[in-house]
């Protein structure tokens, strides 16, 4: 089945620090999502990606669509505590009647004021 | 108010017994979710409800049964509960069958001992 890798899977840097942070999959998929996952809560949707080679910002956020469809990055830029958290790349499976996302083992972020 | 709120947050039981999961969306979406998130965080589907239909159910243990009374509510009743279901289940909706915009509850955090 389709499944998603996610590297680093956790990170510890410093408050200011740029992160980033990749997804990749041995399959294609025609959309790539990134959610983060606050500590005791559920996953948020950050950014969606449509097109291959896209690029997307969200505030101090920009998330990218791999030319391949295979991969997909997100960096944060100038890191604040409130970043803390981990990071999920997911993935649309398109079937015959529905779509499904499933979901990257994740990317957990510390940041040290 | 909360959009996709789910009951109870924490639930400690005994191996063997039964317990219930609710569920409740006020987006007026027609598609909810249930996902399940091991101890290493990683999220996977269990089922998915289309305005009460079930269109996903991922090879999970049919002592896991859910149930929508209607679109709005989607709930989760595990039967003789076993050490592994320990886990935080996830309840999430999205607007459409075919849309990867999940909005996800805070989640229950299932200890069986």
């Known amino acids: 089945g389709q499944q998603l890798n996610q590297s680093p899977q956790s990170m510890f840097i410093q408050e200011g620090e740029d992160v980033s942070m990749n997804c990749t999959s041995s399959?294609?998929?025609?959309?790539w999502l990134w959610y983060k996952q606050d500590p005791g809560e559920g996953p948020v949707l950050l950014i969606a990606?449509?097109?291959?080679?896209e690029l997307t910002s969200n505030g101090r956020l920009t998330a990218q669509f791999g030319i391949t469809r295979k991969d997909s990055f997100l960096n944060i830029s100038a890191s604040i505590p409130s970043d803390v958290g981990i990071y999920f790349c997911?993935?649309?499976?398109?079937?015959?009647?529905?779509?499904?996302?499933?979901f990257g083992p994740g990317t957990s972020l510390s940041v040290i004021p | 108010d909360t959009a996709v709120s789910q009951t109870p947050k924490y639930l400690v039981t005994q191996m063997g017994n039964d317990k219930s999961i609710k569920c409740e969306q006020n987006?007026?979406?027609?598609?909810m979710y249930w996902y399940k998130q091991d101890s290493k965080k990683f999220l996977k589907i269990m089922f998915s409800?289309?305005?009460?239909?079930?269109?996903i159910n991922e090879t999970v243990p049919n002592r896991f049964s859910p149930k929508s009374p209607d679109k709005a509510h989607l709930n989760l009743h595990i039967n003789s509960l076993e050490l592994g279901d320990s886990a935080v289940y996830f309840c999430?909706?999205?607007?459409?069958?075919?849309?990867?915009?999940?909005?996800f509850g805070s989640g229950t955090q299932l200890s069986v001992l």
């Open positions: 999430a909706s999205s607007q459409a069958v075919r849309n990867e915009k999940l909005f």
């Open positions: 399959s294609i998929f025609n959309t």
């Open positions: 990606l449509y097109k291959a080679g």
């Open positions: 997911a993935g649309q499976v398109k079937k015959t009647s529905y779509d499904k996302v499933i």
């Open positions: 987006l007026g979406h027609d598609t």
């Open positions: 409800y289309n305005n009460k239909e079930l269109i």
